[in-house]
């Protein structure tokens, strides 16, 4: 009996946590790093996502999802929206990701580089997994 109850109890407050940080969505993103100048892809590139609060510095934001370029200049990132801010962080620049970027992709740029953000289409395995 004692056991159910700290199950319930942990249960209800991981569910008021989740409320209070509000993140509404989770997904996959495909990145792809370009240079700006050729449009050649740029490998080992961190590309980093996370939410921050008024008074968290961001490199010690909470929920930290990190991923690296391949030579092809591309990598999968797992991205949370929450309503409270959500940032993408691009070779070391920061950038904020709104609710139709998070829903539909966007383009980040600077002088040095061009970044293509998408959300990640459905590999085989999860399609035929679909329909069964």
Do not use: H
């Not at 966007?106 to 953000?117: G, K, M, P, V, W």
Request: net charge neutral; with cysteine.
């Amino acid at each position: 009996m004692r056991l159910m109850s700290i199950n319930k109890l942990g249960l209800i407050s991981g569910c008021i946590l989740f409320m209070l940080v509000g993140c509404t969505n989770y997904q996959k993103m495909d990145v792809t790093v370009e240079r700006q100048q050729t449009r050649l892809p740029i490998d080992n590139v961190q590309v980093a996502s996370s939410y921050a609060e008024p008074g968290w510095y961001w490199p010690f934001a909470p929920e930290t999802n990190k991923a690296v370029t391949d030579k092809k200049g591309e990598a999968q990132l797992d991205v949370a929206w929450y309503e409270r801010g959500t940032f993408i962080e691009i070779a070391g620049v920061k950038f904020e990701l709104n609710k139709e970027a998070f829903k539909q992709g966007a383009i980040f740029q600077n002088l040095n580089f061009r970044a293509r953000i998408s959300p990640a289409l459905p590999t085989v395995e999860q399609l035929q997994q679909g329909d069964q």
